[in-house]
């Protein structure tokens, strides 16, 4: 990925903050000062309150250091691909002690991570939920029924998720498969199934004990 993203700030913990998740999602970026001329093929900016009336700048995105960081990331990622709201959102949960999580966006994988409980699994949704309108993005969980404890998350997702999110379940036959030696590690094979089970279609869940305070 070029780098089309500058950070433009002198502020030391807003900088660390920015530079610290977008290295954790491997989102490559340029380093400015405010005032500084843009490079020509940066598509977004990400600067401070109040150093935003020092960027001219389109797309400048104000970081906000109490909000949701994934909420950032999103937007970015929503920028450089042309998007003003995705179409469709597919969560693929691969469940088991580590629960495998990929979140994939208008067909290409848009985040993954592990989760370590249930309560995780869903404060991960639901922060994603904050930056998405499901009146016009189609957004749903697939998750895989590998092991018995799919079930406790799927009830939990049931009762917990606003109605309009779709939640399915699929077989997780075929989606581990092997890494090679360098990456084969139990994190990494978690998110490689959760992204094979985001691509799959299944028998979808009859929701029944959806909190409507959610939606």
Known sequence: MKKRIAVVTVRGKAYYLIVKKLKEKEIPFLSLIPGETLP???????TTEEERHLVEHEKALVFIPDAESETMINE????????????????????????GLAVVSDGKVSETKNCFSIAEVL??????????????????????????????LLE???TELPSEVVLTVVSEAGTNRSLNDE?????????????????RTGRVYSRQHTDESNS
């Open 183 to 199: 990456k084969h590690r139990r994190g990494l094979r978690d998110i490689a199934s959760a992204i094979r089970i985001a691509g």
């Open 156 to 158: 939990t997702l049931d």
């Open 123 to 152: 404060d991960t949704i639901k922060k994603l939920l904050k930056s998405v309108d499901v009146s016009s993005t189609e957004f749903s969980v697939t998750i895989g029924n590998g092991v018995p404890r799919y079930r406790d």
């Open 76 to 99: 970015i990622l929503k920028i450089l691909r042309g998007k003003k709201a995705y179409d469709k959102i597919v969560i693929g949960i691969d469940p088991g002690e580590v629960f």
């Open 40 to 46: 020509t093929g940066v598509k977004v900016v990400i």
